[in-house]
């Protein structure tokens, strides 16, 4: 059996630095603005998962052109003190009944506990909000109390307009 030649391995170090700056760039984004301790944290790893988000919401909450989605600023359902609605529509989504272009899909099985605790801490925290944080536990636990639920909810099942 004849050998292939060995292909010369490209030298991969100017895209290993753009890499690392490219990456340091997201860090810096991610962390930039608040300084206090835990909650900074939380902000960073929201601030990162919120990505999945921008599409539709905007990088600035206020949605983007087309209005395919609701600004999810001073949203009362965001900055409710029981974050129970908020974490079970970001868990199965919202029904599409043809108020919005865009669909608020589920999340369950793309985001874990605790991403999608720290993006709606995110959202809570951001853009002047001053919502308590949501916990990791308090999206476990309902992910347990709605695991039979297969469908998104209607908006008045989540107490909104
Ligand atoms: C593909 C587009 C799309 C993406 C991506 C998306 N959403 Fe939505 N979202 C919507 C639409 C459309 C609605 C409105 C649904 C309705 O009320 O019928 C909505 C509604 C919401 C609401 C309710 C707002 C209110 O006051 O009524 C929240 C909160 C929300 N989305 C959060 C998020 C978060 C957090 C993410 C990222 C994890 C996200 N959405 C990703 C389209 C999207």
Redesign the pocket.
Known sequence: MRRRPHAHEPDRGPIRVQAAILVGAILLTACGGDNSGSARDRTADGAL??H??I???GMDGRGVAGD???S?ID????LADDPAP?IM??LHG????G??P????P?RDA?SDEQIAA??SH?RSQWGHQAPPVTAGQVTGLREATSDRRQPYP?AELG?E
Not at 94 to 97: K, T, V
Not at 102 to 105: A, D, E, R, Y
Request: aromatic residues 8%.
């Open positions: 998962v919120y999945v988000c599409g539709c919401h395919i989605a609701p999810l949203s009362p359902l965001v908020l529509l970001l919202i029904e599409n009944d108020r919005w865009g669909l608020m899909m999340w985001l993006v709606l959202i908006r909104i």
